[in-house]
């Protein structure tokens, strides 16, 4: 029998990845061998082990097709390349990582023409999505989104942008890098070491006479300001922010030297998001929550039935398929705006929200498990166990 090449090897671990719905591929460098952990719905699983003897081999063939330099060890390096599989062309972002026992290697799988999610389909409240809809329509200003890297910042933004795509609008991407192609949406990839950067792209994509624009990510003073300045003149833009609440994200834009009374006219709202596991519709089950459960849940609820999946072949005994968001939406009017431009403390600001009584990520979640979306362990897994 004649053994498996690397390409082979490789090749057979995407086709596995992919059947198993995985977001990301890990290749790790151990002592005994060359682990293989796929991330599945937000949860990394161990897969394989493969023998130390082929490891030099399977990364040299991961090198030589995302066309990176195969001699060069030392340093980290980011490439990519294309896997077709089933009649779908997957983009497979690589990024490698010298450590110990050799150069750890992360692959980020993406299909190339994925029909991305509706507005309506995202996992938004009723009341939340009628919200959305109406700031989106802003003619002016900017909206960003925050939360963790992998939480879906943007898949949100991209399922936006497909809503307001028409006709009537010129709406521009500047992506590192573009991960889905959007039809009648003009995307450019960032291309740093070319010189191409946010800040660069954006001084450029303000003479293509704009009317929405997507900001990958907003990393330096040079970039916020731009995306201001643009927000100020009659473009609506979005873009994303590794914050978690509107407190820090002033903070941080502040700290990237940009004046308060600026920030309070610019942005128009914020959304917070993060994904959670759905329980596997064929073996979900109802049961009721355990004291320790009930501890973390809002007075009304405490008594209410909740629902789990008690595991089946669909979903490999793990009890959940596939994830679904949850969602904070905050407007930011006049009276958060005055707060703002006032400088007051982040104490008050975050008062002043509480007032509001604004749907926060723990409601929402809450919200989705009272209906059998998720489980109560898994909005806890999310946002925490600390109220």
Known sequence: MVAPTPADILDNILRVAIDNRASDIHFEPE????????????ILHPIDTLNTEIQEQVISRIKILS?????EHRLPKDGHFEFPYNNTLYNIRVSTM???YGENIVFRIHGIHEVLPKIEEIGFEPEQLILIKALIKSPSGMILVTGPTGSGKTDLIYSILTDLSSEEKNIITLEDPVEFQLKSIRQTSISEDQGLTFAAAMRSVLRQDPDVIMLGEIRDGETALLAIQASLSGILLFSTFHTFDLPALINRLVEM?????IVAQSIRGVISVRLVRKICDKCKEEIAPTKEQQAFLPPELVNAKFYHGRGCDTCKNLGYFDRIGIFEILEVDEEIRAKIFDSAPSSVVLELLKKKNIMNLRTAGFEKAKRGITTIDEVLRVVGYLK
């Open 31 to 42: 002592r005994e061998g060359f682990g293989v952990r796929f991330r599945i719905d937000g």
């Open 67 to 71: 066309q990176m330099d195969i001699v």
């Open 98 to 100: 010298p450590e110990l």
């Open 257 to 261: 030297n940009v004046a308060r009374s």
